[in-house]
C-alpha cells in the first residue's frame, strides 16, 4: 500500500512541475509577443538616422610646422644586409643539437646488482 501512495504522490509532483513550466512559458509568450506587439503598433513616427555632414578642414595643410618636417631616409631592403657565416669565414655555426638543454645534465648513477654468494 505504501508504494502505491508514493507513486501517486510522485505523480502529483511531476503534474504540478509540468503545469508551472507550462503556465511560466504561455505567461512569457504572452508578454513577448502579445504586449510588445501592441507597442510596435502605436503611431508614433520612426526615428531616422540621418548621418551628418562631414567637412575636412585642409588648412592644415598649410601650416608652417608641417614645412619643418624631414623625411625618412631610404631603408635598403632585407635580404641586401643579410651577411652569411659562411662569407664571414665561420663555419661551425650553432649546437649540434638545438633543444639540448644549456645546463649540463646529471648523468645516471651506476646502479649495482646484488650478487648471489
Excluded at 510522485?10 to 509540468?18: G, P, S, T
Amino acid at each position: 500500500m505504501a508504494i502505491i501512495l508514493t507513486q501517486q504522490r510522485k505523480r502529483q509532483r511531476y503534474l504540478i512541475i509540468l503545469t508551472v513550466i507550462v503556465i511560466t512559458a504561455l505567461i512569457l509568450i504572452w508578454w513577448n509577443y502579445l504586449i510588445k506587439s501592441k507597442e510596435k503598433k502605436s503611431a508614433v513616427p520612426l526615428n531616422i538616422y540621418v548621418p551628418k555632414e562631414i567637412k575636412i578642414n585642409f588648412n592644415i595643410f598649410n601650416n608652417p610646422l608641417l614645412s619643418e618636417l624631414q623625411l625618412f631616409e631610404e631603408i635598403p631592403p632585407f635580404e641586401q644586409n643579410v651577411v652569411t657565416p659562411v662569407e664571414e669565414g665561420i663555419e661551425n655555426v650553432g649546437r649540434e643539437n638545438p633543444f639540448l638543454p644549456y645546463y649540463p645534465t646529471p648523468t645516471p648513477l651506476p646502479t649495482s646488482s646484488p650478487t648471489k654468494k
